[in-house]
């Protein structure tokens, strides 16, 4: 049994997976982000954590356990139980497991940690990018400043060091000039080049952000889809079960007895071992329902339990 992949898959999905007595793996959003100086591009990502605390089981892992290997409920959670069991003998006798592409634990003073693996995202919006890097677009520019000194060395060679005043102040005047010339024309191209350098930085920034806009991803190889079929509606996909009874007469009074009690209790007919079930209510939050449900527990009913199914 590939537990290992089958919380890689739902990841994707939810951002609650809880392997029940053991704990939960959560996982949080992280918007996208460029460097202040523009030359660094990380996309937006989902990334995992852990909570050793949450270990009540919510119906999610063994439901898609069950619904991919086509077995039954109660086959699926005793293969997750023994799964769970090796989980915690391996970590006992090796201090540390590894679950691939999510990361590993270890076991320190008893107390279980959990370090996620790098740069494993599962956010599917952002299926195929990766971090990106500008590279900088640079110039060497040189410009030679001729000297009045060199110029004039050189006009004198030209006239054999013939003595002409006049031609003398003419070249020094242009000497100068060609001097002012050139180090004025370096001193526009490199201010050219740091100008391009930065449009150039400008576009490949809105090109990014383009493509983050514009991008559409496709996953080739979908994930199995969990159905349940229920013959009447409710609100929300997560229901506090009551009981699950044989005969529709039972069922009935166990409804009416809930909804005497002030619960919004439901029949949501058969399951696929032909018993009618009967729930305490429906929740559109996860979080809600598991702190109904633990409620439910305390005060009511021991063994009610929490039924992840779109009705």
Request: glycine share 4%; proline share 4%.
């Amino acid at each position: 049994m590939k537990v290992e992949q089958y919380i890689q898959d739902l990841l994707y999905r939810y951002d609650c997976v809880v392997i029940p007595e053991f704990g939960a793996f959560l996982t949080h959003r992280k918007s996208a982000r460029i460097l202040e100086d523009g030359k660094a591009f990380y996309p937006p990502r989902k990334v995992v954590s852990f909570n050793h605390q949450l270990t009540e089981n919510d119906g999610i892992l063994i439901n898609y356990i069950a619904s991919v290997e086509k077995i039954t409920y109660q086959e699926a959670m005793l293969k997750l139980r023994q799964f769970t069991k090796q989980l915690f003998h391996s970590l006992h006798q090796d201090k540390k497991v590894v679950f691939e592409n999510i990361g590993s634990f270890s076991l320190e003073e008893d107390k279980v940690l959990f370090q996620p693996k790098e740069n494993q995202n599962y956010l599917p919006e952002s299926f195929g990018l990766s971090n990106f890097t500008a590279q900088p677009q640079t110039a060497q520019t040189t410009a030679k400043v001729i000297s009045v000194k060199e110029k004039e060395t050189a006009i004198a060679q030209e006239t054999n060091t013939k003595t002409r005043p006049l031609y003398w102040r003419y070249a020094a005047i242009g000497a100068v000039a060609i001097g002012i010339a050139g180090f004025l024309s370096a001193n526009w191209y490199s201010n050219e080049v740091k100008n391009h350098n930065l449009v150039e930085q400008q576009k490949a920034a809105q090109e990014v952000e383009q493509k983050i806009q514009h991008a559409t991803f496709s996953i080739t190889n979908p994930l199995p889809e969990i159905t349940f079929k229920a013959p009447s509606p409710a609100v929300g996909k997560y229901h506090i079960v009551a009981g699950a009874f044989r005969q529709k007469e039972n069922a009935d009074k166990k409804l009416q007895q809930l909804q005497a009690e002030g619960f919004k209790a439901k029949a949501i007919g058969t399951n696929k071992y032909g018993l009618h079930q009967i729930i305490y209510s429906s929740y559109t939050g996860r979080l809600e329902a598991l702190q109904a449900l633990r409620k439910i527990k305390n005060t009511q009913n021991a063994q009610a339990w929490l039924l992840v199914k779109e009705l």
